[in-house]
């Protein structure tokens, strides 16, 4: 009969094995009547309404006195206490942001608290190589801001044509500026052509504009053409000029007789040297001219000063040029190599120096420790 269950012991009819598959298990017959809960139509059951019970109010509880709960909260903040990770003992200037930031500081020196050892007697040092591009004018701009800045008074003197170093040092040198020519052609004095410097206090400039690109030409004929610049700086030292610490001397790429009055002027010969071997090569030369200055001209120049500029750590090349240099140097070259760097590239566009345009920068720092050496050296001469 229809809507009646099959008898127990009937067995379902099972398929037929395929040939050569996996016998799987028989199923369960299926109910032939639906339970109550799946049912469906006339014949469903109702579903039954729930009906909330009303709860019965409950009295609040009796507040704790302050006075009993004060020694559960002491035991809770000493538990708390003792969870609490362990104080910060690092100050922010371990923070790559704050170690940039207080080594910017530094290198400003704001207050004057890290000024360098002054100079047992005023430096005046000449910039020079006669290859170009090795960094003879960024570092005479930025070696003289970064001693200024740490106490120092300091004169900066163009030598260049091309008047780089004044455009670093953000002074004008447009044509019809009284500049350098003037002192070496006309005789003017330097205090007639000397200009501060832009956001450095205690720093002087005497600008050179493309009038000095004649001035080889027209040094031939003059009398005493090699002393020219030395008696100019001597008259400015005795006089105006009595205070100065440093004179830095920036040479144009040349071995010409621009060069050799920055060497006859001078006691000291800074010579920045490119770590590529082509800057290796015109060494000797510069150094051959050095001796005939001091053989015919001015006994007591000396190369105290070699600077490794253009540093690229991640070149093998760099690392062999630099301890072939310290090799055969020895304590003359500084132990701050200066690292290639864009920032050192973009302050002169803003006529800065990356002293003050970024101090902060890696140029700027290694600027500033090589400063710092060839301060220290002055202050250890005694003669």
Known sequence: MVGEPAPADTPAPAAEPTQGAPQAAPLPPLPAVLPPQLRTGPDAPVAPVVVIAPVAPVAPADLVPVADAEPAVERIRAVLREQEPAPRTSSDDDLPIGAQAAAAVRALNPGGRYDFPPPTRRRIITVANQKGGVGKTTSTVNLAAALAMHGAKVLVIDLDPQGNCSTGLGVPHHVGTANIYDVLIDGAAIAEVVQPAEGVPDLWCVPATIDLAGAEIELVSVVARESRLQRAIEAHCAGPGADLDYVLVDCPPSLGLLTVNAMVATQELLIPIQCEYYALEGLGQLLANVELVR??????????????????????????????????????????????????????????????????????????????????????VTS
């Open 295 to 380: 053989a015919h001209l001015n006994p007591a120049l000396h190369v105290s000063t070699i600077l490794l500029t253009m540093y690229d750590s991640r070149t093998r090349l760099a690392d062999q040029v630099a301890q072939e240099v310290r090799s055969h140097f020895g304590d003359t070259v500084l132990t701050t190599s200066i690292p290639r760097s864009v920032r050192v590239s973009e302050a002169p566009g803003y006529g800065q120096s990356v002293v003050t345009y970024d101090p902060g920068s890696r140029g700027a720092l290694a600027y500033v420790e090589a400063a710092r050496e060839i301060a220290e050296r002055g202050s250890a």
